[in-house]
Structure formats: C-alpha cells, structure tokens
C-alpha cells in the first residue's frame, strides 16, 4: 500500500476518534453530582451549567435509545422465523445494531448503569428545585419561575413550592407565560388545551387539539415501548445462579417486557407526580372528537370516532344512540379508525402472551374482562381508564413472601413500663388515630450522650444512600446505626458505654410503643438511625420548604386522589414508627401530622430532649418536618415491623456483639468475639 495513503488513513481514523471522543455525552449522572456538589458550595452559576446540561444529556440518551432500537428492530426483524437459528441470528444481530449505534451516538461513558436514585430523582425532577433555586440567586427569575413551576407539577404535594410560585408570580419582571412546564408531555399539554377550548365552545379549534393529542399519544406509546426492551428486573432469581434453561430465561424476560409495554397504558395517562391515570383516557379522546366534529358539521368524522369509542367500551348505550343518530344523518355505516383498531389488537395479542408468561413464572393471573385495561366494563359505566382491573396479576418482581397477615385491633392505651415516661398527647389530642406522644423516655443526661456520640460518629449522607441532602439543599444529613457506633466503640474511637446506650436507649422506645399500642404481635426492629439535620448557613433567607417533605412510611402518598399506595418502593412491611428527640436548641424543625391531602396540618410537636412521638406507619398518618432554620436537630429514629422476616440484619449483628460484650469472659474458650460481628 503507497505510504502516503496509509498516513492518510491512520490521521482519518485518529481524527474520526477524536472527533468521537468530543461529541461523546459527558454521563447525566456526573452531571448531576457536580451540579449538587456546586450548589452545596454556593457556585450557582455552576449548579446552573451542570443541571441544565445534565437534563439535556438525560433527554438526549432517552431518545437515543428509542431511536436505536426502533432503526434496529426494523433492520433486523425477529418475526416470521420457524427456525431457531435464525430466529437467533436475528437477535444477535440487533444487538450488535444496538450496541453500536448507541455507542455511536452518546459515547461508552454514558452507556453505563444510572443508579435507581438518580433516575428516580430525575423522573421526581428534582434537578429543577436546585434550578430554582440558584436562577432565584443570580436574580432570573424567568427562568426560576419555569424552574418552579415544572418542578411543582410533578410534586403538586410540595406546599412550599406552591408557597414559591405565587412570590414569583407577584415580583417584578415575571410575567404569565414565564410559568412554563419544561418537561410538558405533548400528548396530555395538547389533551388539556383542546378540553378547554371544548369547555369553551371552540369546537373546531378543540378539535385540532384533540387530534394533534392522538397523533402524539401514540407516538408516545411507540417510545415507551421501545423503552421497554431494556434491562428488567428479576427481583427474587440470581440470574448468575440461574438454574433454568435458555428458553425460560428468555421466557421470563420476555414476560417482563410484555409487562412493561402494557404499563405504557397507565404511564400515558398519568399526569406527572400522580399515581392515578386519568379518568378513561384515550378513549375520551374520542369521545371530545365524536362531539365536537358534530358540532362543526362533519358528522362522517363524528361516526368514525364514535364507532372507535366503542372498541374500548363495547355496547355503551350514550354512544351507541350517537352512532345510530349519525348513521341516519350520513346514511353510512362508518368504520372505527384504523389506527385504534391495531393499536387494541396489538395489546389484546400481547395479553395472551402475558397470560402464557406469568403461568410459565408461577404467578397467578386472572384473565377477566380485557377491555377493563383501558377503563371499560361489559355495562354502560365509564370507568377511569387503567385502574379497574389494571393489575390482576403480581408480576414475579412484587412477589412477596408467603407470610402470615397479621390482623391487629387498633388499640391504644396500654403500659408505659416506665416509671419516668409519661403520655402528652394521644390520639384524640393529636386529632388523628395510633399516634401519641411521649415524654421523659431519656433524660438530660442521656440525650446529652447520645448528641455526642452523634457529633463523633455520624457520616454526611448516611442511611440516605450518600446524599448529604437528600430531602432539602438547605440542610445537611448525617447519620449513623447501632452496629456503626458499636464499632467505633470496640476500636475505642468513642466511649463503649455511649454506643451500648444508644442500643439500650433503641429497645426501650421498641418496648414502649409495643406495649402503649397493645400490639398482639412481637414488633422488630426494621431500620434505627441517630441522625442530625443541620440549617446551612447562608440558605436560610425566605426559605419555605420543608425539611422533610410530607409522606407515609410503609405507602406512597398520594393527594390528590385522597389514597395511600401501598406498593413498591414504598416500604410497605413497616408498621410502627417512633422519633427519639434529643434536643430541642434550634428554630424551627417542628413535626407535623397533616391529612391525606398533605396540606391540611392536624397537630404540630415541637422536638425536646427525651420525647418521642410513636404512630402507626400506614396512611392513616400523614407526617413531615418543618424546615430547621437554625442550628442542628438530633433524634433517634425507628421504623418496627411485625414481620419477622423483614427484620433489620444489622440490629441482629448488634445483639450478637451486645451478647458477646456480655460475655466477655468466655473469649478465650473460642466464644464469638465482637469484633468478627464487626
């Protein structure tokens, strides 16, 4: 090969690299941290750079992906192969496609694992409080006001966030259209407009809304879709350990997937920060369209969406008189839209599949009445779309143990063992039911104590997965656990007797809320944290979040439907929980309990050394922290389960080593010795 040539190949590679390497995604989750790094320094121009760059490389890697994998399945199509072989071949191939074009388009250092905490915190659009935050510091308040305002509607819950918008909304240089949601989806923004301009009379400009709003809904749902085909989870099988054979294995992921793309229903229809889809989605669009286009005088129209209603509410007697009516009118029988038609065939297909799936996983599943999926029923009722017979199957990651239910009495009232502790307020006082407060649990001396072990051992971030600030940027969270104090004690870095008492102090409050609830079941330990939140100096001004925002322990609270869920991620084996004060020097900081609406507060407990507030876990008992403007708020808290086998590994730990600083005597006859628990 002529030299010259081959030179001018290797420069081309090189530049081809370099250049790939520059247009290479820097990871969203990097992104991230540094953006909260910066805002925890005060840099806001910095948290400004890397949170608007960390959004636009999370989109950007979203639609990647969609993009890959739809050119990929169309390249290399799987259906139609009766030999296995190829059938393989095909997948082999589409991998390949993936790999390739995704790597070609964002970069390897951006096709790794995103932690479930960072997805999590950019699906609750966390990066746009932060956002809010710091443009509201560097005096943009346009851009902070559309900052807020998208945050808010994913967290319609968040009652200082609501307080925020209304400040911008009254401050100079902000104006109406500033309150934009950036992260708008454009089939349910399109929805919105054209329902309001309905309620309007402007039919024929709804009904440009409405169809705008379809065209976009099922491009949607072709994206989330795609979405579907990527890692899932096996919750209870080690697939390193995985003792079925390859078409199980496929079998299973496949049904996950399956899973996945039937949730697109209820994704699609959920506004963000809800948990309830909206009432009869799609179909309602063409309800909308049925009407309005009769009301401009295009009744074949009118037919043809009324007839597509009926495939997802067959013999709905409103519309079934409508398409009587426009039959007369047009003197046609009409046909429904195509488009919905392969759209329900597909799914109705794909449940079959799912069917066949979750009995080959050992999950039961009841068939029922399909069209219950999309909100319909065999009556004339118009049910919420996607809730009704949503989920008649647990799929295999929600499986849970078969473990007694224990059915308990609420009771209240019961012996304090105590002599020093007495009740301050019960149910009835704290306008609620099983919560009550305690006081003189520990005394001054105690909490004293335990406030130094606190300063001596606590770790920033920890018992919330590293995050320093994991529920407010204003405050700083350091924690630490029973078995961590115990052995920072054994190595002589604090007192022994300081992290022995924290470990006394803890079942002594499990004893006391056992026995003040008359519980009939035996309560574990389920988590136990001594954990100090601190005001950040200099973040205080007009500041009107919470310190920790109101929530459920064992549900996922949702306000605006007036319901708790009791579901996963929630920790819904908790069943008691109790906070432990141990000062009360700081402003601010009170607990609250407020109703399902997480607005309205019901009773309020300024924090004191030696009182502990105990409550059942569930949504019956609503509960947050007020922001600590100043100073430092120390406490123990515990979570009990009466579940034994979701007890806490780490308390068990600790009362080995307990037993063994007992029995310190028999080491030397090859006894347990603490520090091998350690």
């Not at 000062?583 to 924090?607: L, Q, Y």
Request: with cysteine; charged share 25%.
């Amino acid at each position: 090969m002529d030299l010259n040539l081959l030179l001018v190949l290797q420069l081309g590679g090189l530049l081809a690299h370099i250049l790939h390497l520059t247009s290479a995604l820097e990871p969203y989750d990097l992104l991230y941290d540094n953006g909260v790094e910066a805002f925890s320094r005060g840099d806001y121009d910095g948290v400004v750079r890397f949170m608007e760059k960390a959004l636009q490389t999370f989109s950007q890697v979203r639609n990647t992906k969609v993009r890959c994998r739809l050119k990929c399945e169309d390249q290399h199509r799987v259906d139609g192969f009766l030999n296995t072989d190829l059938f393989f071949s095909s997948v082999l191939r589409r991998a390949a496609c993936l790999n390739h074009c995704i790597e070609a388009q964002i970069g390897t250092q951006s096709m790794h694992k995103i932690s479930d905490d960072v997805l999590q915190d950019f699906h609750r659009r966390i990066p746009y409080n932060y956002l809010q935050l710091a443009y509201r510091k560097l005096n943009q308040l346009d851009k902070a006001a559309a900052a807020a305002h998208t945050y808010f509607q994913a967290n319609p819950e968040h009652v200082e966030m609501s307080q925020n918008l209304e400040q911008y909304k009254a401050l100079e240089g902000v104006e109406e259209k500033n309150f934009i949601d950036r992260e708008a989806r454009p089939h349910q923004a399109s929805f919105s407009a054209g329902v309001k301009l309905y309620d309007e009379g402007q039919y024929e400009e709804a009904v440009a809304l409405f169809e705008e709003a379809l065209t976009e809904y099922y491009k949607a749902d072709v994206e989330c879709r795609a979405l579907c085909e990527g890692p899932q989870r096996f919750e209870e099988q080690d697939h390193v350990l995985y003792r079925y054979g390859l078409f199980e294995l496929v079998s299973d992921h496949y049904t996950q997937l399956l899973h996945c793309k039937h949730e697109c229903v209820r994704d699609l229809a959920t506004r963000p920060g809800r948990l309830s889809p909206m009432e009869n989605y799609l179909p309602l669009h063409y309800d909308y369209l049925q009407f309005a286009y009769f009301q401009v005088n295009k009744v074949e129209e009118a037919l043809s969406c009324a007839l597509t209603y009926l495939l997802f509410h067959e013999g709905a007697e409103f519309m079934t008189e409508n398409v009587e009516h426009f039959r007369e009118m047009t003197g046609q029988d009409g046909q429904p839209r195509q488009q919905a038609v392969q759209y329900l065939l597909r799914h109705k297909q794909e449940l079959e599949l799912l069917l066949i799936g979750t009995e080959n996983m050992g999950v039961p599943y009841t068939e029922g009445n399909y069209w219950n999926s999309f909100g319909g029923r065999d009556d004339a009722n118009r049910i919420p779309s996607g809730t009704d017979g949503w989920m008649e199957y647990v799929p295999i990651s929600e499986k849970k143990n078969n473990s007694v239910t224990v059915v308990q009495e609420l009771r209240e009232g019961g012996p304090l063992l105590y002599d020093s502790v007495h009740v301050v307020h019960n149910s009835m006082a704290l306008n609620g039911t099983q919560r009550v407060v305690f006081d003189d649990v520990i005394s001054d001396r105690e909490c004293s104590e335990l406030k130094h072990l606190a300063h001596t051992t606590t770790i920033a971030g920890d018992g919330y997965r590293g995050k320093m600030s994991p529920h407010t940027p204003n405050e700083k969270f350091e924690g630490t656990t029973v078995l961590k104090t115990l052995q920072f004690g054994y190595e002589g870095r604090v007192p022994l007797k300081s992290a022995r008492l924290f470990y006394q102090i803890s079942e002594k409050a499990r004893k006391i809320v056992e026995s003040y609830f008359m519980l009939n079941s035996t309560l574990h330990f389920s988590y136990t944290h001594l954990v100090c939140r601190t005001a950040i100096t200099g973040q205080q001004d007009h500041r009107n979040d919470l310190s920790h925002p109101i929530h459920a322990d064992n549900c996922l609270l949702d306000p605006e439907a007036n319901e708790c869920w009791k579901e996963p991620p929630a920790y819904t084996y908790r069943d008691y929980s109790a906070l432990l004060y141990l000062n009360g020097d700081f402003e601010g900081g009170e607990f609250i309990f407020t109703e399902m609406d997480a607005k309205t507060i019901t009773a309020s407990i300024k924090p004191r050394c030696g009182r502990m507030v105990g409550f059942s876990s569930g949504g019956e008992n609503p509960h947050g922290v007020r922001a600590v403007t100043r100073g430092q708020r120390c406490a123990v808290a515990l979570w009990f389960t009466m579940d034994p086998l979701y007890r806490e590994m780490e308390r068990l730990q600790a009362d080995e080593v307990v037993q063994a600083l007992d029995n310190q005597h028999h080491w030397n006859q090859g006894q347990i010795n603490p520090k091998d628990e350690l």
